[in-house]
Antibody, heavy 119, light 110 residues
């Protein structure tokens, strides 16, 4: 069973870059069992898929965020990361990382990291 | 505004059967499988149903789901107090090349 854990600053200033890392344990991130996604959930609201990095190293992003988001992987640390540029208060949310089986769904989730955008 | 439409709330008494609906369109539910997630307050979602009607190991068979056309539904039979949670439907969207989610349904066990 995959275990995922998000880490990163909980407070980011407007216009700056939000950076989060997801550490995967229980399996090698490059095993091919899963791809790896980021999802966010503003307080009291639903879920929004941010993007995914495939085991090939290629990434796919939600078009609504594509101009500001980068997802990368560090196989040596069994981690993948999220960077979201030029953040505003609308980017305040709980950010989850997840093991992604594409159409079959998001099997395992991290506990979530609350990120607040405020000066 | 979520891409998939769910009722914001549902309720039932212990032992009852409750259903939660989910409506979408041709690029998501209409042409792909549906997954359902359960989320308790302050925790991460967990996958409850995948491939429209399959249950991961550990999910009780009280939970079942179906899909027809551009709609899907989750049914919970023998409702228990521990089922009180938020439930989200999700489906792959061919335009997005990723999942779209419903707005979530808050289930209350009376």
């Amino acid at each position: 069973q995959e275990l995922l854990q998000e880490s990163g600053p909980g407070l980011v200033k407007p216009s700056q870059t939000l950076s989060l890392t997801c550490t995967v344990s229980g399996d090698s991130i490059s095993s091919g069992s899963y791809h790896w996604s980021w999802i966010r959930q503003p307080a009291g609201k639903s879920l929004e898929w941010i993007g995914r990095i495939y085991t090939s190293g290629n990434a796919k992003y939600n078009p609504s965020l594509q101009s500001r988001v980068t997802i990368s992987v560090d196989t040596s640390k069994n981690q993948f990361s999220l960077k979201l540029d030029s953040v505003t208060a609308a980017d305040s949310a709980v950010y989850f990382c997840a093991a992604d089986r594409l159409k079959l769904g998001l099997d395992f989730w991290g506990q979530g990291a609350l990120v607040t955008v405020s000066s | 505004q979520s891409v998939l439409t769910q009722p914001p709330s549902a309720s039932g008494t212990p032992g009852q059967r409750v259903t939660i609906s989910c409506s979408g369109g041709g690029s998501n539910i209409g042409s792909n499988i549906v997954n359902w997630y359960q989320q308790f307050p302050g925790t991460a979602p967990r996958i409850l149903i995948y491939s429209s009607h399959q249950r991961p190991s550990g999910v009780p068979d009280r939970f079942s789901a179906s899909k027809s056309g551009t709609s899907a539904s989750l049914a919970i039979s023998g409702l228990q107090s521990e089922d009180e949670a938020d439930y989200y439907c999700a489906a792959w969207d061919d335009s997005l090349n990723g999942p779209v989610f419903g707005g979530g349904t808050k289930l209350t066990v009376l």
